[in-house]
């Protein structure tokens, strides 16, 4: 009898083994096959712009963040670049306001594929309560005058917020630091819904932190974020948690709010959040946070400097101008913004969003201020800064 056990239990085994090799081949060959089909659509216009109505597009943000702004002119020059809009000087556009960018793209309406929908520019101002009067709006919008035939949900909130509604409309995620996690999506490859894509670099917090890691070896790694589903997903606390087990090093979190209107009510509670915690960690990962502005960084980046705290950004290299340690991040928005623009393009051009590859990783960027190593007393090998594409020594 033992023996029968035995001889089943191999049984098992083996065909659990082969059901799960025959599974990655088919899921293998289905992929190929679903990225084959997707070339199938131009990037270009395809059609005379006479012949088809321009696509009107919206736009719906949680709040103001510098990354929406350039993601959105990023996205815009990366349409000009592909011949659905013509030549814009968006240079001049910089210091404006995503509104007014929105404003700008709206009253020039010289394209003669697209609109920019004046009065379809949508701000929860990231009032909390907001957020589903504004959803709202749109979903009405969309189910009764269906006069949007795109929008583009910037940020996690927006994707959140969109994402639930289910709309019958196309929705292009954009800027979301982990999608999957926020539950914007259920997989990295695809949406799984027809008119839904989220943009989503997956190794990103992982390739930041192993550089990070091996460069100053830390043991007790400091994060500030604020408790919600949102604020673990800017933070990239899933793939943090993952990495603390394989590097060995402890995580020493502290909760802030950040998603809230009261700009130094988030700057406040940063720095009350960076006291709590700075004697207890030998380094800090500061991640996205509506606390950490161009007012709260020097003073961030000061007292990490006094207690000599290696830093490291997870936004990039203007914080690291601004006193952190290091950063590996995109050197311009131009990649994200032509890889955003392609994928609009090909939804212009017949594909659904659904169908199209949503995983971009873009290629990362080494900034590195001397000036805080030294007054850290943290000297970079020879590699670091061989690596090093920034360098900066004030």
């Avoid at 990225?35 to 321009?54: G, I, L």
């Avoid at 979190?253 to 988030?266: E, F, L, M, V």
């Avoid at 009350?272 to 980046?301: F, M, N």
Wanted: aromatic residues 8%; neutral net charge.
């Amino acid at each position: 009898m033992s023996s029968l056990v035995k001889y089943m239990k191999g049984l098992s085994r083996d065909f659990y083994y082969k059901s799960l090799i025959v599974g990655l081949i088919l899921a293998a060959l289905f992929s190929i096959r679903a990225y084959a089909d997707e070339r199938r659509f131009s990037t270009t216009p395809t059609h005379p712009a006479e012949t088809v109505r321009k696509w009107r597009i919206g736009y719906l943000q949680g709040g103001d963040y510098i990354d929406y702004k350039e993601t959105l002119l990023a996205t815009v020059r990366g349409l000009i670049d592909l011949g659905w809009m013509p030549p814009i000087r968006t240079a001049e556009w910089a210091k404006l306001e995503s509104a007014e960018i929105w404003e700008r793209l709206s009253v020039a309406d010289s394209s003669e594929y697209l609109r920019f929908v004046p009065d379809a520019f949508y701000d929860a101002g990231w009032i909390s309560s907001a957020r589903l009067s504004v959803a709202d709006t749109i979903r009405k919008r969309v189910r009764s005058s269906k006069d949007l035939d795109l929008i583009i949900a910037m940020g996690t909130w927006a994707g959140q917020d969109l994402a639930r509604l289910n709309l019958d409309t196309n929705v292009l995620v954009m800027t979301a630091s982990d999608p999957v996690s926020a539950g914007i999506v259920p997989d990295v490859e695809r949406s799984g819904r027809r008119y839904l894509h989220a943009h989503i670099d997956p190794s990103l917090n992982e390739r930041q932190l192993r550089l990070f890691h091996q460069t100053v070896k830390f043991k007790k790694l400091g994060m500030i974020f604020e408790d919600s589903v949102a604020g673990r997903s800017y933070a990239g606390i899933s793939a943090v948690k993952r990495l603390s087990n394989e590097l060995d090093f402890e995580i020493i979190t502290c909760h802030a709010q950040s998603d809230i209107p009261d700009k130094q009510a988030r700057e406040g509670a940063y720095i009350k959040c960076l006291e709590t915690i700075a004697r207890q960690i030998d380094a800090l990962y500061v991640t996205l946070h509506g606390g950490v502005s161009e007012q709260s960084l020097p003073l961030i980046a000061k007292r990490a400097r006094y207690l000599r705290l290696p830093t490291f950004s997870q936004s990039g290299e203007q914080e690291v101008v601004q006193g952190l340690l290091m950063s590996l991040s995109r050197a311009s928005f131009k990649q994200v913004g032509r890889f955003e623009a392609a994928i609009m393009a090909k939804v212009f051009n017949g594909a659904e969003p659904g169908q199209l590859r949503q995983v971009f990783e873009e290629n990362l960027s080494l900034s590195l201020n001397l000036q805080t190593a030294k007054i850290i007393n943290y000297i970079p090998t020879a590699d670091v800064l061989a690596t090093a594409d920034l360098i900066h020594h004030e």
